[in-house]
């Protein structure tokens, strides 16, 4: 609990102390939550609806404009509540499996946000990265298959150095620990 409430008091300081100075955007971008091992689409397990929940409640003070996710269930039912929270409808962007078309499709809808944007992407293990590089961020290795409580917060600030942190939200497991 003390965890989680660190990193909303820390999102909500980034977010608004971004705000303050003139950006094209400030995207926040999380993998789905633990899923089932149970079918070719699968859905969330209890534990990943918690986090789900936990990630609205980390967010609830950010003022997003939109919420992004893939067609996948697991990444759909982790974006809902925090969509639900902020009124808004989740943005479906459809996932093809071609990692550079994908990416470049996330980044053309963040990019077709008003100036100022705070956007929430809910992506996957292996694409996270590469999102973040087509948004003009550094590189990173994809997440572990156990890691689900990390958090990128990426910002570009209008004719600045593109800024990327790297947090956690809601319960770190003994899956999910940094090695």
């Keep these: 609990m003390r ?14 102390a971004l705000e303050a100075q003139a950006q094209a955007a400030t995207i926040i971008l999380v993998r789905h939550a ?18 789900a929940h936990d990630l609205a409640s980390a967010l ?15 990444t759909r039912l982790t974006a809902e509540p925090v969509a639900a929270a902020a009124g808004l409808e989740t943005q479906i962007i459809e996932a093809a499996g071609r990692m550079d078309a994908d990416s470049k499709a996330v980044a053309d809808a963040v990019n077709a ?5 705070t956007v929430l992407i809910v992506g996957h293990s292996n694409t996270l990265g590469p999102i973040i590089a087509a948004l ?22 209008e ?21």
């Design 60 to 74: 609830a003070d950010v003022p997003l404009s939109a919420v992004l996710s893939t067609q996948f269930r697991r």
């Design 3 to 16: 965890r989680s409430l660190f990193t909303a008091l820390f999102l909500f300081t980034v977010v608004f």
């Design 159 to 179: 004719g600045g150095k593109i800024g990327l942190v790297r947090a956690n939200y809601g319960a770190r497991g003994s899956l999910d620990t940094e090695h």
């Design 113 to 117: 946000l008003p100036r100022g944007s």
């Design 34 to 51: 633990e899923k089932t091992a149970i079918g070719s689409d699968p859905g969330l397990t209890a534990l990943g609806e918690a986090r």
């Design 136 to 157: 003009g961020g550094p590189g990173i290795a994809d997440l572990r298959d156990d890691e689900y409580s990390t958090m990128f917060i990426l910002w570009r600030p």
